[in-house]
């Protein structure tokens, strides 16, 4: 093959692993921290990056779903940033222990004091949230990212199972199962402990038996030096004596 063939090979192949290995866009996204368990209360923070290399982050708006409301939002401080909730009057009143809630939180917006999410930085914004319907497996916040040069970007694409993740998806986070108290399910919790014991036990044992290898190892090891000193030694006896034969002759 010419050299320029190869050239040309090597060159598509690179630029084909250029492709694959490009990295996607980051994305506005939601995480709770611990457990988001259906009928209980949870910590979630959004995570926003800033995609822009010439442009900073200065205002972040979470809507919060309608369709299953929230009557208790609460969000935490962020130093350099200042918070504003809004309330609207709910077109089907809901019921949250035993008191039926007519308004709820619709919308958080943050905006920056300061500088915001400058490029190549994200920050996170904590919301305290509950109680966690227990009709669905998951709740979906469309947030909208607003930058200093009045970029506009709208997370509000709702990702669909079985299809593509869409150019701009809406944060989506998902209710893990509760028990019957309520909480998260500490029956499984008990058995992942369980669980976690054997495989400590088990590591254990694997490093006992590595352990043992490793001590057969060194000994093989030493009784294999010893044998080689004794065969050095005597090759070195047999060379002097058979110097010494020539030397008589």
């Known amino acids: 093959m010419k050299a320029s063939r ?21 994305h506005v996204s939601v995480q709770p921290e611990g457990t988001a368990a259906k009928g209980g209360y949870a910590v979630v923070d959004f995570k926003v990056p800033n995609e822009r290399d010439d442009a900073s982050t200065t205002k972040v708006e979470v809507n919060l779903p309608t369709d299953h409301p929230l009557a208790s939002v609460m969000p935490e401080s962020v130093d350099g940033w200042t918070v504003q ?19 709820a ?5 943050w905006t920056a004091d300061g500088k915001g999410i400058q490029p ?20 979906v916040f469309k947030a909208v990212q607003t930058y200093d040069n009045k970029d506009v970007v709208r997370w509000i694409e709702v990702p669909e199972k079985g299809q593509a993740e869409p150019e701009n998806p809406a944060p ?7 028990s019957d108290d309520g909480h998260s399910g500490s029956a499984a919790g008990s058995g ?12 254990k044992n694997t490093a006992a038996k590595a352990s043992d290898s490793s001590g ?3 000994t093989t090891a030493r009784v294999l030096g010893i044998v080689g000193i004794v065969v050095g030694a005597a090759g070195v006896a047999y060379a002097m004596i058979a110097g010494r034969r020539r030397t008589a002759v």
């Open 6 to 26: 190869i050239a040309a090979v090597t060159a598509v192949a690179g630029s084909a692993v250029l492709v694959l290995s490009a990295p996607a866009f980051a």
């Open 85 to 103: 909730i809004t309330k609207s009057a709910l077109a089907k009143p809901v019921e949250v222990h035993g008191e039926k809630i007519n308004q």
């Open 105 to 109: 939180v619709t919308k958080v917006t």
């Open 120 to 139: 190549g930085y994200f920050q996170k914004f904590p919301l305290s949230i509950g109680a966690l319907p227990e009709d669905t497996d998951e709740l």
């Open 172 to 178: 989506v986070l998902a209710l893990s199962a509760a």
């Open 192 to 203: 992942n402990s369980a669980d976690q014991a054997d495989t400590a036990a088990g590591g």
């Open 216 to 218: 057969g190892s060194d």
